[in-house]
């Protein structure tokens, strides 16, 4: 599996944005994907993640309320629109997949990642 996402940029608080992730190669229905971040200093973050079927979401507190994951079948790629954007936000953000049906939100346990995008939010 292979991983590109795309859409990050600046945002003002408050803003919006949307990343956009392109999978290719073999992928299953009961499949997981997701995003996870990393600020300067922090540690990596989950922040959401979806099953590859779609219906199914799974949120962190911190996003909760203003992110959606969603997943486009036609176009095998997955979004993350954010919205009520937050300086807090700032981040890169890396799309994930996870070859399991069981949900995690611990890094390690995701086997693929992409090359990650940078969200800068301003104050």
């Known amino acids: 599996v292979q991983l590109q996402a795309s859409g990050g940029g600046l945002a003002q608080a408050g803003g919006s944005l949307t990343l956009s992730c392109a999978v290719s190669?073999?992928?299953?229905?009961?499949?997981?994907m997701g995003w996870f971040r990393q600020a300067p200093g922090e540690e990596r973050e989950f922040v959401a993640a979806?099953?590859?079927?779609?219906?199914?979401?799974f949120y962190s507190d911190s996003v909760k309320g203003r992110f959606t994951i969603s997943r486009d079948a036609t176009r095998n790629t997955a979004s993350l629109q954010m919205n009520s954007l937050k300086p807090e936000d700032s981040a890169i953000y890396y799309c994930?997949?996870?070859?399991?049906?069981?949900?995690?939100?611990?890094?390690?346990?995701?086997?693929?990642w992409g090359p990650g995008t940078q969200v800068t939010v301003s104050s």
């Open positions: 994930v997949y996870r070859t399991s049906r069981v949900w995690t939100t611990r890094g390690y346990h995701w086997q693929y």
């Open positions: 979806i099953r590859w079927s779609g219906g199914s979401t």
């Open positions: 190669g073999r992928t299953f229905s009961e499949h997981l």
